[in-house]
Nanobody, 114 residues
């Protein structure tokens, strides 16, 4: 079964940027539509952006215009470019398929200080 490993998180000041990566152990093209999710303490996990196999994208209103999702099927890697970060973006970020059918990874912590 494909495994997904997230990386790229860290501590950043409000207004800063981070780029997250999601590396798959197998073909991400075959996984179809994929997404980035996040979970803040005390909150449910939420889908913030998703991308189809050929690149069509969709974003949650809370990140629209600030985050950009992309994928490189040849490298089996998906990315999330996060700009103009806000303290409310603080969360653990995970990647998975749109239907969350792959076991969840460890995620990567993003902390935005005010």
């Amino acid at each position: 079964q494909v495994q997904l490993v997230e990386s790229g998180g860290g501590l950043v000041q409000a207004g800063g940027s981070l780029r997250l990566s999601c590396a798959a152990s197998g073909s991400i093209f075959s996984l179809g539509r994929m997404g980035w999710y996040r979970q803040a303490p005390g909150n449910e996990r939420e889908l913030v952006a998703h991308i189809g196999s050929l690149g069509s994208t969709n974003y949650a209103d809370s990140v629209k215009g600030r985050f950009t999702i992309s994928r490189d099927n040849a490298k089996n890697t998906m990315y999330l470019q996060m700009n103009s970060l806000k303290p409310e973006d603080t969360a653990v970020y995970y990647c998975n398929t749109f239907s969350a059918k792959v076991p969840w990874g460890q995620g990567t912590q993003v902390t935005v200080s005010s």
